[in-house]
């Protein structure tokens, strides 16, 4: 695997709340951000069976969203 399947990496907080640190490459170009999702928001469910679950305390890297 390569970097290049990775934009950033997850890690779910004691709490439940997944966070993700992104980034995007455009040339030379890079932004990065920080999402969190805590337990109930309404897109919890779908960022992680993207992650392919996680439990408190985990991290992992996130590949491309569809």
Do not use: C, N
Not at 24 to 35: E, I, N, P, S, W
């Amino acid at each position: 695997m390569s970097d290049e399947e990775f934009i950033g990496m997850a890690r779910m907080a004691l709490d439940g709340t997944i966070i993700l640190d992104l980034r995007a490459r455009d040339g030379g170009t890079v932004g990065m951000a920080q999402l969190r999702y805590p337990p109930g928001h309404p897109q919890y469910a779908m960022i992680l069976r993207h992650l392919g679950g996680m439990r408190p305390g985990e991290s992992k890297p996130v590949r491309p969203f569809p």
